[in-house]
């Protein structure tokens, strides 16, 4: 793994926000595609189902796991996602870890990002931080 030496900023202008949000809107993307896959595949049911939760599932999980540490919202923000022990990139374990709980976590989420150091509760789970590339 690369071990890189973050910039840390606490202000990230909301592009961690709004990178959240674009993961989200590529999550659902890949839910419509699949849906309207298994249709018109007419793939049987308890299948369709199963392609239409699993795919948008996996990229939601583990998309800060990809290149640098970087979903593809994170990318257009040029911001990362590191492991603050050692200042690696995010592996797809730690992403895991880190996003599995978001949709039950997203309203704590919120309240404690607004606190000094702004990591959310999968942050802490997964001992990861959002940086600003340099």
Do not use: W
């Not at 189902?49 to 290149?67: A, E, K, N």
């Amino acid at each position: 793994m690369e071990k890189i030496e973050p910039v840390f900023s606490n202000d990230l202008n909301g592009h961690r926000e709004i990178a959240q949000i674009i993961d989200f809107l590529i999550s659902f993307i890949i839910f419509s595609f699949c849906l309207y896959l298994t249709k018109a595949l007419a793939i049987d049911k308890p299948y369709a189902d199963i392609i239409i939760v699993l795919f948008p599932s996996l990229y939601f999980v583990f998309s800060d796991g990809l290149t640098k540490g970087q979903s593809l919202g994170k990318r257009i923000f040029n911001i990362s996602v590191i492991n603050k022990n050692t200042g690696e990139y995010c592996s797809f374990e730690r992403s895991f870890v880190r996003n599995f709980f978001t949709p039950f976590t997203g309203v704590f989420d919120v309240i404690i990002i607004v606190f000094k150091k702004r990591r959310r509760l999968g942050d802490l789970f997964a001992k990861t931080t959002v940086i600003k590339n340099s």
